[in-house]
Each structure stands twice: as C-alpha cells, then as structure tokens.
T-cell receptor
C-alpha cells in the first residue's frame, strides 16, 4: 500500500522568500504524485502532478516539484512566495490502475510580511 | 466548464440521525470519489464510483455508503451519526483517463454532528 509523509507540519516564511515543502512517499512501483493546496474552508486545488518523464514538473501559481526516485521524494518549491500562498499544502500519491489517492498530513504555510 | 459541486455546503445533525450528501461531477467525468477530512485523521479515502459501480472502498464502517447515478452524480449516506463523523466531506471527479486518476475536488460539505 502506498503512503505519504510530510515531515513539516507548519512552515513560516517571509513574503518574497523561497519556499520548499517536503514530501516522501512509499510505494513499490512508479507512483503518480500530486501536490494540492487548500485555502481555509475550501476544497483542494491541484498545483501540479507527476506521472512519468521529466522529473522536474511545473505547476500553477509559480510552483514546481522535483521527483527523486532514489530518495522517494517529491518536494514542492516556489522561488518567491506571495501573501496569497498562505494555505495548507497536501502531497498525494496514486497508483497505476488504482482509483484512490493517499494523502500526507499536510503542511500549513504562514507568510509573514 | 463548471467545477465539481457539492450540496449542501453546511449541515448540522444530531447523533443517531442519518445524512445524505450530494456531488455533481464535472461534465464528462464518470468517476467520483469521496474523502473525509478531519483534523485528527487528515484526508481519508471513503469510496470511488465509476459507471454506477463501486470500484474501491476505504476502511470505514458500513454506516458509510454511497451510490452513483446514470448521469454520474453521486450521493453518500451516513447512518446512525456519531460525534466523530463531524468532518469536511470532499468529493472529487475524474474522467478517468487510462491508468491514472487526476482528480478535481469540490468545495466540500461541512458536517457537524451534535
């Protein structure tokens, strides 16, 4: 069974600074990996996804993530955060021919002025 | 194209009652999944439907059930509500396309059980 670990529960970053959120997954085969963002009281919005190919994927809102098979990681990055990036971020893993996502516990990002 | 819609958005029930939540997927999407989100357990998969058939089910008691209609709309039902059922219930739809499953989420239904 697949599982996801997000080691950081809460991160505080200054506006304009860079951001990196960590995600480690456990899955025997090639996983399908996703990052979602959730603003308070809202559903989940897909930021980016990795299925295969280029290990550096670009997403919406200036986010990118890098798949590293050797480290079982899929870390999310943004070079310069904006106050509107304050939200909760979830890493998720799916499997080939499976129909469910397994989510990490989430990382809450606070942006200070 | 309209997104995933969920009704109602907020619901207050008392213990022992039952509740039905509704989800309308994105037009053309035939797979609907349900997730429960709580502060303690995070996001947990409930079940997934495709063409009116349940294809996958998470580890939830039988009080949680669902169904899908021919127009792909889905409902989930929780009977004999418990305090611990208070959660945000999220519905997600996908096409699905081939072997992967990119899911698009609705805004959720916030259920409070008193």
């Amino acid at each position: 069974a697949q599982s996801v670990t997000q080691p950081d529960i809460h991160i505080t970053v200054s506006e304009g600074a860079s951001l990196e959120l960590r995600c480690n997954y456990s899955y025997g085969a090639t996983p399908y990996l996703f990052w979602y963002v959730q603003s308070p009281g809202q559903g989940l919005q897909l930021l980016l996804k990795y299925f295969s190919g280029d290990t550096l994927v670009q997403g919406i809102k200036g986010f990118e993530a890098e798949f590293k098979r050797s480290q079982s990681s899929f870390n999310l990055r943004k070079p310069s955060v904006h106050w509107s990036d304050a939200a909760e971020y979830f890493c998720a893993v799916g499997a080939r021919n499976d129909y469910k996502l397994s989510f990490g516990a989430g990382t809450t990002v606070t942006v200070r002025a | 194209k309209a997104g995933v819609t969920q009704t109602p958005r907020y619901l207050i029930k008392t213990r022992g009652q039952q509740v039905t939540l509704s989800c309308s997927p994105i037009s053309g999407h035939r797979s609907v999944s349900w997730y429960q989100q709580t502060p303690g357990q995070g996001l947990q998969f409930l079940f997934e439907y495709f063409s009116e058939t349940q294809r996958n089910k998470g580890n939830f008691p039988g009080r949680f059930s669902g169904r899908q209609f021919s127009n792909s709309r889905s409902e989930m039902n929780v009977s004999t509500l418990e305090l611990g059922d208070s959660a945000l219930y999220l519905c997600a739809s996908s096409i699905p396309a081939g072997t992967y499953n990119e899911q698009f989420f609705g805004p959720g239904t916030r259920l409070t059980v008193l």
